[in-house]
């Protein structure tokens, strides 16, 4: 089975890495293994394992809780479900 891949974009430009966090690393929010690769500006991608459990629930974060995902208002976000296991699954973090 194919890798689930995620994508992500944002407006934000940010020296600091972004990593996903879930239930695959304890939730802990710097695991190098589920750091992104940038492969442009304000790009990111990850290739997570395809035998992860769904539904799947994540959230991005710059390395830390105090620099998790928010809205374009800075307010916090809800988790992130894959739901299925194939395809690309795009995302975009606002701040």
Not at 31 to 44: I, K, M
């Amino acid at each position: 089975m194919p890798p689930i891949r995620l994508e992500l974009t944002t407006p934000v430009d940010d020296d600091r890495p972004v990593y996903v966090a879930g239930p695959f690393c304890q939730w802990q929010p710097d695991v190098e293994r589920f750091r992104l690769q940038q492969n442009a500006a304000g790009r990111f991608f990850i290739e997570l394992p395809a035998d992860l459990t769904l539904p799947l629930e994540y959230k991005y974060t710059r390395g830390s809780w105090e620099s998790v995902e928010l809205t374009g208002a800075g307010e916090s976000v809800p988790n992130r479900i894959i739901r299925r296991k194939t395809g690309l699954h795009r995302d975009e973090v606002l701040h």
